[in-house]
């Protein structure tokens, strides 16, 4: 077959597949993985950042920098997975986040508020600016994950 | 417990179990849940932009433009998980990932080449234009979908 003809009929496969699982409301055990996913990524970004944070590894600016814009894209991800259809999937949710939805948008707009610092800071490759945000950010982490997350 | 300190202690145990799990070379299987998450979070992305690059959906240059900027973070991010510590662990990575890095490598850049088309065109809110770029990342996605992991 002609590569061309191939490649575009691959892109429409490819397209149709994820196109109709878009557009249908996504099921709630595919949003909960995707929220995992985020999280799963956050452990990747945060990681190094926390142990440069805590002196417990030298302070890259070029990993901050990269790792924080990352961070400022994943810190947006995970919220609309936290559907009301996701209450009885097993995850570790608790029911507040579905019952205190107020509470935990704060604990989600503080946290987001310490990576948009995270990522201002991580722009001058200043270490003792990145460090007074990365410890910001530490402390939001705890935002949802004491509140709203099964131990 | 007052709540500043047992934020401030919580921050430092978040950063520690980070830390470790980050500096220490990442487990072979760590690797792979870290990759099977960002293709988790292509699925999400990607999908509503194949429907509109088909015409399946309306066209909104609003998500175009935020799932573009998001597609732009998560293309970088699953390379570094084919790590040569992974081939024996269970996923759909075909041994020519390993075997064949540079055509890997090829397929890779021609991809994150498409993505940055993709952001360019997201931008200036032209249908006919996303359409165009987001055909050629369609296309792309095979580069690796078709040659490097099993039906």
Known sequence: MNKKLFLAGLALLLGAGYGVAAFAQAKPEVLVKQ?????????????????MAQGKVPYNADIVARNAGF????SQMPWDGFHPSTKDEKSRALPAVFDDA???KEARDRYRG?????VA???????????????EV???????HENFRAK
């Open 35 to 51: 929220r995992q996913a985020v999280m799963i990524l956050h452990g990747k970004y945060w990681g190094p950042l926390g142990g």
């Open 71 to 74: 961070l400022d894209a994943l």
């Open 102 to 104: 107020a509470k935990f």
């Open 114 to 118: 310490a990576i948009g610092k995270l």
């Open 121 to 135: 800071a991580s722009k001058g490759g200043d270490e003792a600016a990145f460090k007074v945000a990365a410890g």
């Open 138 to 144: 530490g402390k939001s982490c705890g935002g949802c």
